[in-house]
DNA sequence: CGGAAAAATCTCGATTCCAGAATTAAGTTC
DNA sequence: GAACTTAATTCTGGAATCGAGATTTTTCCG
């Protein structure tokens, strides 16, 4: 018994399904299906009812679902035992808006439980500023986006700064247009009918993202908006599309439907100093992937054929 | 990280040494250095010291130990919390006098806190009725030896009801020769400077290995004893040699110090009826698989040259 | 009765794992 | 202190496992 097939399951237990599961754990829903298969063998019973594409768990399927998460726990806390350096002081992290909304709250309420005593400072940017922050010191690690190639030759200075740094992909987002509802759907940004296109800062990566698409319908002109609300409401109005990641999309529960478009993958990094990490981060490194992929509100919707491509 | 990773660091911990670790686990040496050596880079700490030919635990060690047992206890109380049906009645296990000794005590209190509403019987014999009242089915299961081939073939009765039960390969034991105190060392039966074999019943493997190896000295009259205490002080006496597995040598610590010759590795046999497994035999042998190797009283003196050998 | 989506199965390349051989280091014996 | 013994580690090749993608099967929904 591994303890990665025990998170497998957990993933597939809080989905209701192997697909959503798969995305959690980064990994192709054929190894998902296997893993499982595997782990019911080892321990001699069914632990899914397979009705239809549903996957709900049996009745033993629960009792090991609730030992699934003790043993995932007393690892992780073993993990953080063994530590010979206790983390202490003051872990200061950087953040996109998105990545704080949906991904984050899980790592950093189990992080602060298992150490209360470290105090967690949360700096909310884009990630030009973010990264630049990090390389000053300012911060000691920060999600950000994966600036698409092209991107980076446009702003050699910012490639420059994240070759200075350690980047570690940590989280897939599916970035999607948010259209109003009723918009009809588009194979591109010529087929959009509104004015505008509404997102956070200039240093947003997303922002620049859809920018780039939408050039090729050159008469989109961007608003810029504090936060995914502001976007969101914007939306509503009509006369503007918006961006960010399905993954905050479907956090908030939009009173009326919308629809989306995908742009594709886009990758979250964790960047850090390169032989610069104090205990306290890889602390927090550890809880962080501990606890990714077990947020059952953040399953969801993937076009079936979204894939992670570099 | 890996509940095996964590059994082989178990047993390192316990044995301070990680060829005895090897033996316990049944794995060879050098798969036990690079396992704990992975386990050292996963964590990002070191588990032991290694002074000269010593493994202690390091600080570290020690608290990853404490979670190591919590861990495959947890483990293993999945495993048995998810037995779709519970446990019940009366488990019968039949067991040579040796492996009583040596290696079920701790399975079988394990078990025993387990499922306290189970009641255990054992039945003490030889191999040969061992099996017999397997098939019989007076027995769930047995521990027994595995006889070699050119016992097998001397006794086609034998073979032919093993071959009825499932036969798996739980323990291996290191038979020897037990010499009176000042006996010259030997290197055949020939040798030998005494009267007689003492061993157990004439059903017992361990007697017949003994006696077809005492056979190219022909001059040696097997006597029967009732036990292994009485076997030991009869070859006190000096005009007798006693065969019996190293691991109840080592654990009976005898006052005056003997000899030993060993006659190879001999494998101990769990049988039980095939298409014919109770829910409480399941358990039980869960139980066993898990408690293997975690005994440190076992640990010890196998020849240099020792592997095991169909 | 199609078409879409999800799970399962299959296949093959990549990785990992493990036994045994060779090597190194640390006691032991004389 | 040299020769021997024993234990740990390193090295290496074959075997087993793993995982991504393609294919197939099943189910859901129009």
Redo the contacts between chains.
């Keep these: 018994?591994?303890?990665s097939s025990i998170e497998i399951f957990i993933a597939v237990a809080n989905d209701r399904s192997v697909t959503k599961a798969a995305k959690a754990v980064g990994r192709v829903p054929s190894n998902v299906t296997t893993r499982i298969q595997q782990l019911e063998e080892d321990?001699?019973?069914s632990?899914f009812c397979r009705d239809g594409k549903k996957m709900t768990l049996t009745?033993?399927g629960e009792?090991?679902f609730a030992?699934?998460n003790?043993?995932t726990a007393?690892?992780l806390?073993?993990?953080q035992?063994?530590?010979?350096i206790a983390p202490s002081g003051t872990l200061r992290v950087g953040t996109m808006e998105s990545t704080a909304a949906s991904r984050l709250p899980a790592a950093l309420s189990q992080f602060n439980q298992m150490w209360p005593d470290v105090s967690l400072s949360l700096t909310l940017g884009a990630s030009r500023d973010l990264s630049r922050n990090v390389l000053a010191g300012v911060l000691d690690c920060a999600f950000i986006a994966r600036p698409s190639k092209a991107m980076l030759e446009e702003e050699p200075d910012f490639d420059a700064e994240l070759k200075m740094l350690e980047m570690e992909p940590i989280f897939v987002e599916d970035l999607v247009i948010v259209l109003p509802c009723g918009h009809p759907s588009i194979k591109s940004a010529a087929d959009l009918h509104v004015g505008s296109l509404a997102a956070l800062e200039p240093g947003c990566t997303y922002r620049k993202i859809a920018e780039n698409w939408a050039r090729k319908s050159s008469a989109l002109q961007t608003t810029e908006l504090g936060s995914y609300h502001a976007i969101l409401a914007s939306v509503a109005t009509g006369n503007t599309v918006g961006v960010m990641p399905r993954s905050v999309l479907n956090l908030m529960h939009w009173p009326t439907s919308v629809q989306t478009h995908s742009l594709g993958p886009v990758e979250t990094l964790l960047v850090y100093r390169k032989n610069d990490c104090p205990s306290v981060f890889?602390a927090f490194h550890e809880v962080l992937i501990a606890t990714r992929g077990r947020d059952s509100r953040l399953s969801a919707n993937w076009p079936a054929s979204l894939s992670v491509q570099s």
């Design positions: 018994m591994d303890l321990l001699g019973v632990l009745r033993e009792t090991f030992y699934a003790r043993l007393l690892a806390e073993a993990r035992a063994v530590r010979p890889n």
